[in-house]
């Protein structure tokens, strides 16, 4: 848990903590490094994030310090509810019980089926799609966007008829049979948080009940780097390279073959190299420093840095973002790819295939990248234009949670088509 997050809950007289980390774990057992070689393995990975979403689901509400807020006999009130929409629809039953507003929270742009469950328009081809990843995309043929209708709808279908399904009996299990369907619910949700910046996505049709924040991880003074690190990097004069894949997609695991392109590329750079790497016995050229570790927005504030590879996780775009650090993006999964290709879009970037990755190409990309001016340049045009608002991220988003509070729901922002006809909307929707 973050220091100073932990510092503050603890001086709150008006919270209460129920400590669900232990579900972490489950997630941060995923590892993602192997998918984009096998497609099988990402078949099931999807798979197996269906069932985590129902054993979440589960070990929340059976939690017992949860438990005693909404067991029978209780009379416990709160004033909204706000839930993960991701996985586990079967936790909004807690605002039917409680008789409050539910409010969403994603911490990524929102799914299909829930701009579908919401009346918000499905567009299957449109770069905004994340959940196609490299299929979706503007002037496509039309077999192309016939292909992208039928897995959207495909996908938007399975979810409420075996997923939401799924969701409604564990939801039954603790609330009893005689509560609404967990669907009915989420179309009442009174307000949508979406950690996303707007400026980093596809602009797209929203309803109006939607609201954007964004950079509420991003720290107001850089981390301290550990010693040896600033040592490092403080002695990069020429400029340094980081790489980091994130959290669930570990370099370690790569395949043999791709650890020595990035080597092999890393080792004729004019620059140093810092490396998020997940063994420390790991052999590496003499200008590459590896770590299992890093305070990554310590070292993306370094006056050093020339660029960030990355895989295109969302917080680590907005961290690029904040310290104007140009990118290159090697996507494997999910919204990772959405997020690339939007930000070599806003010509920040670079996408390269890491499956057809080859060593000159990497290389060349690199001294392209941060040899060029422009690229720092655009870098620095697009944070100057996220900092342009006439509100604070955090304090809007506050605003508005408390406005549904204050009101009691916020129904007027309801969107009315969303009970139209489906068969209406898959065709007209359908094909854009």
């Known amino acids: 848990m973050d220091s100073d997050y932990e510092q503050l809950s603890m001086h709150l007289i008006n919270y209460t903590e129920i400590d669900f980390g232990f579900e972490y774990e489950k997630i941060d057992d995923t590892d993602l490094s192997q998918t984009r070689w096998n497609l ?3 078949g099931g990975l999807k798979t197996r994030l269906l069932r985590l979403g129902h054993d979440i689901a589960e070990d929340v509400l059976s939690h017992p310090d949860l438990l005693k807020y909404y067991a029978n006999g209780t009379n416990v009130q709160f004033d909204a509810v706000i839930a993960e929409m991701i996985m586990t629809p079967a936790i909004y039953m807690l605002a039917h019980k409680f008789h409050a507003p539910l409010i969403g929270i994603m911490s990524m742009d929102l799914q299909n089926c829930h701009r579908f469950n919401f009346g918000s328009p499905v567009l299957s081809s449109h770069p905004s799609n994340w959940e196609l990843e ?3 995309g503007l002037n496509l043929p039309f077999w192309k966007r016939l292909t992208n209708y039928i ?5 938007i279908y399975s979810w409420f008829n075996t997923f939401a399904a799924k969701q409604q009996q564990i939801a039954e299990k603790y609330f009893g049979k005689d509560i609404p369907h967990v669907i009915d619910v ?13 400026l980093l996505a596809y602009a797209r049709p929203e309803i109006p009940n939607i609201i954007h924040f964004s950079g509420l991880h991003i720290k107001k003074t850089p981390p301290v780097l550990s010693k040896n690190l600033k040592d490092f990097l403080d002695s990069a004069t020429n400029g340094f390279i980081y790489m980091s894949l994130g959290t669930n997609v570990k370099s370690k695991l790569l395949p043999k073959g791709m650890l020595e392109i990035f080597t092999n590329a890393f080792a004729n750079l004019p620059y140093k190299v810092l490396w998020k790497f997940e063994n420390d016995s790991f052999h590496v050229p003499s200008n590459v420093f590896i770590s299992k570790w890093i305070q990554q927005q310590g070292v993306l504030a370094h006056p050093n840095i020339k660029l960030f590879i990355y895989q295109g996780g969302l917080q680590s775009t907005e961290e690029a973002v904040h310290y104007a650090v140009p990118l290159i993006g090697m996507p494997f999964v999910f919204d990772q790819v959405y997020q690339v290709k939007k930000m070599v879009s806003l010509g920040v970037a670079k996408h390269l295939d890491i499956v057809q990755l080859t060593t000159p190409e990497l290389h060349d990309t690199i001294l392209e990248i941060a040899g060029d001016k422009r690229y720092k340049d655009r870098m620095l045009t697009l944070r100057a234009l996220t900092k342009d608002k006439p509100y604070d991220s955090l304090e809007n988003a506050i605003w508005w949670i408390e406005f549904v509070m204050r009101h009691n729901g916020a129904p007027h922002l309801h969107f009315n088509g969303v009970d139209t006809a489906c068969y209406y909307r898959m ?6």
Do not use: D
């Open 427 to 432: 065709g007209i929707e359908g094909f854009v």
């Open 151 to 155: 897995n959207t709808w495909w996908s």
């Open 134 to 136: 490299n299929y979706t």
């Open 40 to 42: 099988t393995q990402l």
């Open 186 to 198: 989420a179309k009442n949700m009174s307000l949508i948080l979406i950690n996303q910046e707007p």
